[in-house]
């Protein structure tokens, strides 16, 4: 989900003359039919300030910051108190009824949810910790919204984390302690039998994956399980351990 806020005087000189103050309330609501989403899309009472675009959304929902639709509202010459202190707003999309009703369908309202949102940007490869995250509100839960702040603490971040998004499972994955093309020791361990090799790894994994690892004499290839061990004695010595 991404996010493009937009306050350009173009998009703002659509709301036609200022509406000076005038209070507007957050939709239970907030959908959004054709990707372009404005100011009524958001807001009751709107009037001709409804038409200015604050965001596109390009994929199901779009998570706004609400301190930055606040003062574009503000700008538009609406007042939107917040007094729910709101720190994020998904719009989703509207389904719009068939040309023939001449109107869009209704949508069941649906109240402000609790989620979990990151509280400042996280870059790629970062790793995700209990102040990283705070909880906010939300018009609804994006369906892979952990619920658990457990679930993503610990966790490295896949792709650079927007702060005031909301936290999605896929947004993170385990730490990757062996990157590729470190030697690594490879241990084998069976019925009492304890065998080592060394070997380079063709791949970069985190704690219980599985990589590739090139045997440095015999140059074949074999799959071993990063294991906890690896990550223990990552600080104790330069070689990283991997568990056949």
Partial sequence: MKALLLAAAAALALAGPALAGR??????????????????DLFDGAGPAGRVQIANRSAA?????????????????????????LRTIVVHGGPVAPAATGGVAVVAPRGN????????NIGAGETVAAEDL???????????????????????????????AAALAHDVSAPQII?????ITVLF??????????????????????????NTVSKRTIQAVVTPLADQLRS??????ALR
């Fill in 134 to 164: 705070v909880w906010g509100k939300a018009a609804m839960a994006p369906s892979d919204a952990p619920r658990d702040p457990d679930a993503v603490i610990g966790l490295a971040a896949r792709r650079p984390l927007r702060a005031g």
């Fill in 236 to 241: 104790a010595r330069s070689t990283r351990i």
């Fill in 189 to 214: 361990q069976a019925e009492g039998v304890s065998l080592s090799l060394q070997g380079k790894a063709l791949g970069s994994a985190g704690v219980g994956e599985t990589l590739n690892v090139e």
């Fill in 113 to 120: 949810v609790d989620v979990l949102t990151y509280a400042r």
């Fill in 23 to 40: 209070p507007v309330m957050l939709k239970a609501d907030t959908a959004n039919a054709d990707g372009v989403v404005t100011l009524g």
């Fill in 179 to 183: 990157k590729s093309g470190e030697m």
């Fill in 61 to 85: 929902s779009v998570v706004l910051n609400a301190q930055t639709v606040q003062a574009i509202a503000r700008r538009a010459g609406l007042d939107w108190d917040n007094a729910e202190g």
